[in-house]
């Protein structure tokens, strides 16, 4: 493992058992190793021991704020919906956050998701995790059984033999396109801060752009083509803890449940609508698509016209409010046609 | 061409649905392409409400609300002028034709601009023939 990363398992699992040893939390969030290699799970440690399990490494591509609200929630005493709230502190729960999951934990913070009093986070700047699927595209197929990775390179082990990568290209997209890869929230932070800064994180979305609005149908289409509905981005994503989601509401049936095309894109169109505003790159959707479609392209478009239009990104600062529970006198305005902006104008 | 657009209106109670009923009371002709929906407010209007309207195969869909500053429920209609600014932009960026999505501000006392925000999106519309784009179509 990598020298740097070797030493973050040092410190989170030391960290991690302290926490637990002490009581100062009831439950611990972060990686253990995955059956396979290149793989992690998340992983609640309650005791001191189990922490031992910890693990940070370049493939925990899964964001844990995800998991944050329903953990919470399983410490508090049961009651039924009748009885009064827990009165007196209740069981912390402490949890890794790099600079995107920790603004996760600042948009569940905004919607009520969870309570700040109750987290204990450890902050952990982000050097980019890679994307599995970029490895196996690489290596066209071959299985790997063993991964080691070093600080800038991944060597990867199996019947074959061995193949060394460089671990910068093989780093997610939405780690390369990063521009916040440091905690904006956090009570310890386990490193020094990251200094890498993306210069054109949207180049993706402009490359499409640049394309007409036939191409650009033709591409969306084709990119989504895939798709089997399994819904892996939206149960990976932290914003979607709605009880009750929009595709398994049947009146009214927003989306048909078929494999079919139209149900499919307005699917994707409307998960990532409503993590407008909200998304902050995690890239946690893409990295669980068993299909490799780049389902972060469209969350990507709607933080970049976010960005250009409100001048707001997600999950920065608690005291700020979202970008779509609050408005200007100055938006720009799409309710503008000819002779709206002319003639329609009131005195 | 015998062909003319299904357009579903989304009219806000308090302004652009008071605005059609002046058109209506005060004579005014407007094509009959569309069919409106009265909602609360431009605010009650939400992205899923427009790709059902698309999906099920309406050919345009206009968005209309109370003038900034004039909404009944002091700011709905500038937090949908923020989110569809965002949606139509997003709609666009994915191939859905300009054009198909529209939104405008009709007063209450509006009859005549209603009137022709309607002429006009009815034209936009008909410029762009028929959806074919996100309409889910049951084969038989």
Known sequence: ??????????????????????????????????SL??????????????????????????????????????????????????????????????????????VQIQENQVDRSRLVILGVPSRGMVDRKKVL??????????????????????????TELSR???????????????????????????????QAPFSQIEAIEAMSSDERWQWFQQAFASCIRCYACRNACP??????????DNRPQWVGKALNAPDVLTFHILRAFHCAGRCTDCGACESVCP???????????????????????????????????TYAPSDQN????DTCSSKGKKE | MDWEPKI????????????????????????PNIRIIRVPCSGRVSANMILSALRSGADGVLVSGCHPGDCHYISGNLHARRRFSVLKNFLEFLGIEPGRLNFSWVSASEGEQFATVVREVTERVKALGPATRLVKRIEA
């Not at chain 1, 009165?87 to 934990?105: D, E, F, Q, Y």
């Not at chain 1, 914003?239 to 398994?248: A, G, H, K, P, Q």
């Not at chain 1, 999950?315 to 409010?321: E, L, R």
């Open chain 1, 1 to 34: 493992m990598t020298v740097k990363h070797a030493e973050l398992t040092q410190e989170i699992q030391r960290q991690a058992k302290e926490l637990l040893a002490s009581g100062e939390v009831a439950a611990f969030l972060g990686f253990s190793a995955g």
């Open chain 1, 37 to 106: 290699p290149m793989t992690t799970r998340p992983f609640v440690a309650r005791t001191p021991q189990e922490a031992e399990r910890l693990v940070w490494n370049s493939f925990c591509t899964v964001n844990l704020a995800n998991y944050l609200p329903a953990l919470l929630k399983s410490l508090e005493p049961p009651r039924s919906p009748k009885d009064p709230p827990p009165t007196g502190p209740l069981p912390k729960v402490g949890v890794l956050a790099t600079g995107c999951w920790s603004r996760n934990i600042v």
């Open chain 1, 137 to 162: 595209a690489a290596l066209q197929g071959k299985e790997v059984l063993e991964a080691q990775e070093d600080d800038h390179s991944l060597r990867l082990k199996g019947k074959w033999g061995e």
């Open chain 1, 168 to 198: 910068w290209a093989v780093v997610r997209d939405n780690c390369q396109s990063c521009r916040h890869p440091n905690p904006v929230l956090f009570d310890r932070l386990l490193d020094a801060a990251s200094e890498r800064q993306a």
């Open chain 1, 239 to 248: 914003l979607c803890y709605c009880s009750t989601c929009f595709v398994d």
């Open chain 1, 291 to 325: 299909m490799g479609i780049k389902v972060r392209l469209l969350t990507q478009k709607l933080s970049k016209d976010i960005l250009t239009l409100f001048g707001a990104e997600a999950g920065m600062d608690v005291s700020v409010p979202p970008p779509f529970t």
């Open chain 1, 334 to 337: 799409p309710f503008e046609c």
């Open chain 2, 8 to 31: 579903v209106a989304f009219l806000c109670n308090w302004c652009s649905y008071a605005g059609a009923d002046l058109a209506g009371v005060s004579r005014f002709q407007y094509p």
